[in-house]
């Protein structure tokens, strides 16, 4: 569904897609030991009978109702002119105004991050511009972090990090910065992390909660491998992992399937599920 919205934006039509995976059943059932055949299939026989239902665009996320609704439209529209200080100067603005950092962060950022990503899948928007408006919100969040480090601690230890090969961390940081908010201590490994540094991490740190981000469908499984060798090591007995990102919003059931304790659609169910977990060791 994701990439007949990406080829309707290049301009392709939907026989296109179909034609592709077309292919690939029949390559792969030319290529592939006979026990796979089975499972290719199956898969590709679901894709194809999704496909026609399936919608050509996709809704903006951005709506004037919405709280905060103006300022994230202005916010946007500044970035994407390439006017980054006038983008900061927005929401340094709002918050001295009394508009809270978390508001900034729920109702502004998270919604024009996701309309930039949509506008980027219909082709509108290119890998330049969004890089640049992802780049312009990390340094607008690192202009609020004297309001997000100021909060009373738990005394509560979360390390947050992308698995392998996963470069989209904006989500994962912003998660990290409501756990400060919320009185946690955060220990954010970034983009694109190692297992073997993840591993070392925790047994340092000794976090009551991994929160794993993936945004990447085909980084589903390279999150499922981090959670069996945490739970393989000794750190793995005392941490609780929360998973989070794009493929867990769109199945909902994923992270019990990778064998995750909890999942978290943003950063503001990421704080209270994980302080569900701490407390009463159950999601």
Known sequence: AWVKVLFAGLGFQDDVLVATLECTREVLG???????VAVVRECIEAALGHLEGAPRTVLSFLSAGAPLGGLTRQY????LRGERHLASRLILDAVEEGVSVKDIYLHV????????GRLWQMNQLSV????YCTAATQLVMSQLYPH?????????RLV????GGELHELGARMVADFFEMAGWDTYYLGANMPTAGVLQTLEQRSPDVLAISATMTFHV???AKLIVDVRASDAGERVSVLVGGYPFNVAPDLWQRLGADGCAKDAEEAVAVANRLVVDGVQ
Request: a negative charge; one cysteine or more; glycine letters at 2%.
């Open 148 to 156: 997000i480090f100021s909060a009373e601690k738990l005394g509560r």
């Open 30 to 36: 030319e290529a592939l030991p006979s026990e796979m």
């Open 160 to 163: 947050a990090t992308c698995v």
């Open 76 to 79: 946007l529209d500044a970035l």
């Open 109 to 116: 950022f998270q919604p024009s991050q996701r309309e930039i």
């Open 221 to 223: 499984s390279a999150v």
């Open 128 to 131: 330049a511009q969004e890089h």
